[in-house]
């Protein structure tokens, strides 16, 4: 570890010399702030929205259920108590399911897809009704009528015990369904998680072009944060800046899915190389600290999950520290080795695993934790590693990478610091990034310079 870091101070001083660091490495991007990136009102949002759900139902979801090798999915959820994927198959502008809604996916003999609701207040494009009334039981028996018309052999139900997203079948709706069925169609109801998987981790064409716009909003409104637009140093606290996070993007109409946090790391503080984070909240944030943000946002229905660095400069000092530089490399290094392990079929088990590999051939200190992104921050797909598990993962890490899947590429590495008589400072770096099946590419770029508080 000694030698690596020594090797990359080097390349920075060397770097610096030639004028050449403040080009950032590969796929790395310096976004100043969020104020030259336009947010739609809610008002314009429902018409792109609802074209790219459109598309998904046209095209990904018959390629879906022939995949996975489903007749006919159902979605039946209530009012207060929706099905977590329901969100991400209706049209906008919609709050909630109204009293019992019904959605029925046949998939036809040439492939494409029947979208038919039975409800009792019709969706409208692009569905169709197949019934519409006030009564309960007769909307049962027009479910039951309507599966025993279409005759499909394998019914998908949202009925999982691994995948929180396909469990949102509730045991009372599923009661009334066995009820409302003929045993003979009831025997065909079998799980829909892998379908659910595959349609909430796939992103199409039209969600890829719209992504860096979204991405690089959270990242717009990190950098208004980690700099003097907000911090005094001696006088501004973690919270304080967190707290700057979340107006700022109620500010934008931006929905936040999780409260924005900040921490920070000063010498003599202390990080062990087995401490799993190291860092402190609630603090006033001084001169010569490391702070460090966690931010999630919802756009255009796409989630993001966004992790990244400042530094204070001291008293006398004009840039970050080569240290700092070094230690920043380390973390894109530990980066580079995980998403050269991408490969389409691989697990997320094996990718951590060939993570893992690189990073002790190379004596580095690091951690993975990353997760796929999309409908929802923490979405299913492969997991790849856990803070708390650096071993293999249970059914979720078993899941293999798909071609155009997202990702927050999240971990962390830990770097001795001279300048802090050799105590460790944690990088700890999280990217959104898009695997389309031959390379990884941060959707908005990658943090590779830190953000500076002077």
Not at 64 to 81: G, P, Q
Not at 160 to 178: E, F, N, T, Y
Not at 328 to 339: E, P, R, S
């Amino acid at each position: 570890m000694k030698t690596l870091i020594k090797t990359l101070v080097a390349l920075a001083l060397t770097s610096t010399q030639a004028g050449a660091w403040a080009q950032p490495a590969e796929q790395g991007r310096v976004i100043a702030n969020a104020d030259n990136y336009s947010v739609l009102s809610y008002q314009d949002r429902i018409g792109p929205e609802n074209r790219m759900l459109t598309t998904r139902l046209t095209e990904l979801l018959p390629q879906l259920m022939a995949e996975t090798e489903l007749d006919m999915w159902l979605v039946i959820n209530r009012e207060y108590a929706e099905d977590p994927v329901y969100y991400t198959l209706v049209p906008q502008p919609t709050f909630a399911a109204r009293r019992t809604t019904m959605l029925v996916f046949n998939r036809l003999a040439d492939g494409t897809i029947e979208r038919l609701s039975v409800n009792r207040y019709p969706l409208g494009e692009p569905y169709e009704s197949a019934w519409a009334g006030g009564e309960l039981d007769a909307q049962w028996q027009a479910l039951a009528e309507l599966i025993a018309d279409k005759d499909p052999q394998r019914i998908g139900i949202n009925v999982s015990r691994d995948w929180p997203v396909a469990d949102g079948l509730s045991h009372g709706l599923h009661q009334r369904l066995k009820e409302a069925l003929p045993e003979s169609l009831e025997q065909r109801l079998v799980s829909a998680e892998d379908l659910i998987v595959r349609w909430v981790e796939t992103r199409t064409a039209e969600e890829i072009e719209v992504y860096p716009q979204v991405v690089s909003l959270a990242r717009g409104v990190i950098a208004e944060a980690f700099s003097n637009r907000v911090i005094t140093p001696g006088v501004t606290t973690t919270q304080d800046v967190a707290w700057y996070i979340r107006e700022r993007f109620a500010e934008l109409q931006l929905p936040v899915w999780f409260m924005p946090y900040v921490t920070l790391q000063r010498k003599g503080q202390g990080c062990t190389d087995e401490q799993p984070f190291c860092g402190q909240s609630d603090k006033t944030i001084q001169r010569g600290d490391v702070i460090h943000t966690d931010v999630g946002i919802c756009y255009l229905k796409l989630c993001t999950d966004t992790q990244e660095l400042g530094y204070v400069l001291n008293i006398g000092e004009t840039d970050v520290p080569d240290e700092l530089k070094a230690a920043m490399a380390v973390g894109n290094k530990w980066q580079d080795h995980l998403t050269d392990a991408f490969k389409v079929g691989r697990t997320g088990n094996e990718v951590l695993e060939a993570t893992i590999a690189k990073t002790t051939a190379e004596s580095m200190i690091t951690s993975t934790y990353t997760h796929p992104l999309g409908f929802y921050g923490h979405a299913p797909g492969p997991t790849i590693g856990m803070w708390d598990n650096q071993g293999p993962t249970p059914i979720r890490g078993d899941w293999p990478l798909y071609t155009n899947t997202a990702y927050a590429i999240e971990g962390n590495a830990k770097v001795p610091l001279t300048m802090w008589d050799g105590q460790n400072v944690q990088i700890m770096l999280e990217q959104s990034a898009l695997f389309d099946g031959e390379k990884v590419t941060y959707i908005a770029g990658r943090q590779t310079q830190w953000h500076v508080i002077r």
